[in-house]
């Protein structure tokens, strides 16, 4: 799994304080995974073979204070690109990154988009990093749409990439 998250660049210690090692049997046969949970108490699950969910599927989201919630969250269409944005701000990157603290909201998949609804209501501000495919348009178009003057389409921040993690992987040492 260590090699695994090296090959996508990310960190490492940022992935140990964010996921877990799941183990688990499948027609007789034991594998193991990293995990993410999410509000459900599900897990996301991948390994370099495997991608899938354990347990509810269900979106993630990630306090960006020990205080509570904050005014600002950052949207993600999945934990490997949230990983790769913990990485990029370890990183000090602010090319990639947002300036002040937020919190973070990982979809998990974007057939995911009307759960997060509510939850995005909260919040005055929603920076979405969604990938730059098809899929991941509309569900910035449906987000901005919705949210209107609330919701900033951050994509050009990784503009001719596939997402963020396709970004981190072909420009390792991207600085500002």
Known sequence: LLSYLLSRNIDFQTARNECVEIHYVLYNKHYYSIGFGNISGGYEIRNPYFKGCMGEKNISRIAGSAD????????????MDYLSYRTFHKMNNTNICI?????YIVLNSVNNIKK????????ETIHCYLDN???????????????QSKAVDESYRYEGYKDLNDCLRKKRFFKD
């Open 68 to 79: 509570g919630w904050l005014r600002a969250c950052c949207m993600f269409e999945g934990f």
């Open 99 to 103: 300036r002040q603290p937020t919190d």
């Open 116 to 123: 997060v609804q509510p939850i995005l209501d909260e919040y």
């Open 133 to 147: 495919d098809p899929a991941g348009k509309v569900a910035t178009e449906y987000i901005t749409g919705i949210q």
